[in-house]
């Protein structure tokens, strides 16, 4: 297959690179190539806050895949997570239509429908609570306008975390590893089940087969929170967490309540073969920023 990956340098997008190359003829949109680019891979400059150069991109292509997107809300511009999260979506389905793409998989994000008590399911309205997660809404509705005849794969993932991962994950990890007091919710919340960067990319590469267009929730199979994981970090360093007790009122809105996806919908369309387990996963980050303390 010729396939297109956005923001393929990003914490999602340099994973897939990695397991697509070896198998695909692969096209790499970035903003700049990286210091040790992929062999076997067309690195192609662009940026989505800006017109497609159409005279640098492939005339033909059989899948893209969506990563790219500004994720920091607290810019001094903040038309910016506007121009690429919804603009450049929009120019890049326009493209797909006239390149015979046959499938689009776009990348969202579960922040879609902001917080809940209940397991949030694909069919339940979206209520973003930030910027990012505002703009990732009206990127799904291009997705769903877009004209193109080809398949339209959304993918929510639900933190996604990893080794260079830009959520909140591994400040917790690094706290707890280090002995610092680790500020959490008195009620215990907000409760989440995050998705392993290795699944991440195993269930997106599995959305190139699909034969229908579909949205779908995308997370982990263990239920936890940000208390259990410094919990699980400190372990690694036969430490006791330093964990203070917030008012729930502290927290910022999203943490008010769970980001728990229904996934239900990600069972029944996608094989997951033996999940990276949270411990794993935690154990993985500890390794990587360091056990001395």
């Known amino acids: 297959m010729r396939i297109l990956?956005?923001?393929?340098?990003?914490?999602?997008g340099r994973h897939l690179v990695e397991a697509l190359a070896p198998l695909h003829e692969l096209y790499a949109l970035v903003r700049q190539v990286p210091p040790a680019p992929r062999t076997k891979v067309h690195y192609l400059c662009q940026d989505l806050a800006q017109p497609l150069d159409l005279r640098q991109l492939p005339t033909q292509l059989d899948a893209i895949i969506h990563q790219a997107a500004v994720i920091d809300t607290k810019l001094a511009d903040d038309t910016l997570p506007f121009l690429v999260n919804v603009v450049g979506t929009w120019r890049l389905l326009d493209y797909?239509?006239?390149v015979g793409v046959q499938?689009?998989?776009?990348?969202?994000?579960?922040?879609?429908?902001?917080?809940s008590q209940q397991p949030l399911r694909e069919s339940d309205p979206p209520n973003p609570m930030d910027l990012y997660s505002l703009t990732k809404a009206q990127a799904e509705l291009a997705?769903?306008?877009?004209?193109?005849?080809?398949?339209?794969v959304v993918l929510r993932y639900?933190?996604?975390?990893?080794i260079g991962t830009p959520n909140p994950i591994p400040?917790?990890?690094?706290?707890a590893v280090r002995g610092e007091t680790i500020a959490v919710l008195a009620g215990g919340g907000p409760l989440f089940n995050p998705l392993h960067?290795?699944?991440a990319v195993g269930m997106t590469v599995q959305a190139l087969k699909l034969a229908q267009s579909v949205t779908v929730n995308i997370a982990g199979n263990q239920i936890t929170s940000f208390a259990e994981i410094a919990k699980l970090a400190a372990q690694e360093v036969s430490r006791q967490p330093v964990l203070q007790r917030t008012p729930n009122e502290a927290a910022i809105p999203y943490y008010r309540a769970n980001l728990i996806a229904d996934t239900?919908?990600?069972?029944?369309?996608?094989?997951?073969?033996?999940?990276v387990s949270l411990q794993r996963g935690i154990a993985e980050l500890v390794v990587f920023h360091g056990r001395a303390v």
């Open 5 to 12: 990956i956005t923001g393929a340098t990003g914490f999602i």
């Open 103 to 115: 499938t689009f998989i776009h990348a969202s994000t579960g922040g879609i429908y902001g917080c």
């Open 264 to 275: 239900t919908r990600m069972h029944e369309l996608f094989k997951v073969d033996q999940p």
């Open 143 to 152: 997705v769903q306008a877009a004209c193109g005849k080809f398949r339209k």
């Open 197 to 199: 960067v290795k699944d």
């Open 96 to 98: 797909a239509a006239t």
């Open 171 to 175: 400040s917790y990890v690094q706290r």
């Open 158 to 162: 639900f933190y996604p975390y990893g």
